[in-house]
């Protein structure tokens, strides 16, 4: 019987990586979306097949179970994942945002790939870790890819419209064409009318549009309860990237909020991991779309940062406008309407260190004419142009239970505005990828120089320093903000001896933080420290680990002759 239930749970804990379409893990396909099992294969066969760059684990599991798997990436040769500052990477917290994932998958390979190949790619993985966790929110996620709902959150239930009821009206695919799009039913005192310039598109009334035909528009589907609405409350409905703790805010304050602060395990398990790793020196948070950068400020005023952060938070999000000639957007514009409850916000404020939302895939949005907007026409032609007008489902008419000859149509959505059309994934992702690099490039660094041994009084006395340095761009402390929050830990100099007696110096050196070269010429990024010690046996000999919570830890063994 034991053996029985125990076959069963390995199989059921294998399920979620056999379901996989199979692929080639050596030679990806970039120009699809992966399903969780799909990335979570290619997760598994990228660990075992560079095993000593790599390690693959759950950080926690969804309410229906799905782990949310994580891949650390290091060359372990060169030094343990924990020893070495690193760099979060996550995709896709919303469901429909799947570009995400693929950034990340991507990002994944060519750090595999180029290991030992490319010398900047080799050197990053030598003496840096990165964390990459493709599916914030896998079950999510798969709904948006594998069926015609679109949602931003996770299954869980939630009601959206304060009703009492929990999910009782969701979208539905009445045409079965796999999309849910829109609906638009003749009422003369609609307020849509068909543009005239391009019958696909629908513009609102002007006031003196006073004959022609109106139009009420719908999205697709049935008044499941009856209330009037359509489509009101479908499934899911926590916006994952508002349920995080700093400047939470009930549902009256912010959709989406969440019962409480981290009620959703995607959430906790991203703050459980971030809190025990924190050798972490950045937050790299994929969204779309929009082809911008979010930065900070993300729940609270730009005057409420220190002004190094600022300065440091404007170095970092110019880097992102140079390297894509895309534009960097605050994520906090207005006092009266803003965000509750952000990662990045989070980060800052709590964790100590900057995050940003890049969000991928601009092309759709594109602003033709340069007249400062988008309209459906421009995206129409660019629909036309480059996707043979397939983005868009033309209008049929459908006899509706509850409305009547109505007419169904409309964008799809999710690989047009939300997400690439598969052909242009590649090289969307390919343009972050040099950001994405540098970002975990500018951590600090402890370096310490070979150390000077000199004896005092032959098998007796002998004197040891060292010189400790910050070979790294940013400073130990990452930001002021963390000097603030008491969290910025000091380089530390910790001694072992064996066969030997401290004689000046101290066991435990508090070093304060190292500037980075960041900081200047004048800056202070290195630390000489003196020891003496009496020697007690002959193969006496002294350990000095030098710890620093961001730039790694570096240890050297000490021969006392
Ligand atoms: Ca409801
Ligand atoms: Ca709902
Ligand atoms: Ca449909
Ligand atoms: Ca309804
Ligand atoms: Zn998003």
Redesign the pocket.
Known sequence: MFKKLLLITILVASAQFTQAQKEDPKNPNWAKYHTTADAYYLLQEWAKAYPNLTKLYSIGETLKGTQLMVLEITNKSKGAAEDKPAYYYDGNIHAGELTGAEVALQYTWLLLSSYGKDPRITNLVDTRTIYIRPKFNPDGADIALTT?QALRSTPRPYDQDGDGLLDEDPGN?????????DMRVKNPTGKWKISLEDSRIMVEREPNDLSGDFYDMYD?GIDDDNDGLYNEDGIGGIDMNRNFPRNWGLESEQKGAGPYPLSEPETRATIEFLSTHRNITGIFHGHTAAGFLYRLPSTTNWDNFNMEDQRLILELSDKYATTTSQKVVPSYSNPRLHRHGTLISWGYWDYGVIGFVPEFWGAFQADANKDGRVSDLERMQWNDAELGGKGFVNWQVYDHPQLGKVE?GGWDYKFTRQNPPTKYLKGEIEKYVEWMLWLAETGPKIAVSQPKVEVLEKGKLVKVSLTVENDGYLPTNITERAIELEIAKPVRAIVDLSGAELVSGKMRTDLGNLAGRRDGESADRTKTIEYVFKVTVSAAKATITIDSEKGGKVKREISLK
């Open positions: 015609p695919d009445l045409n079965n064409d796999n999309f849910i799009t697709e169904i």
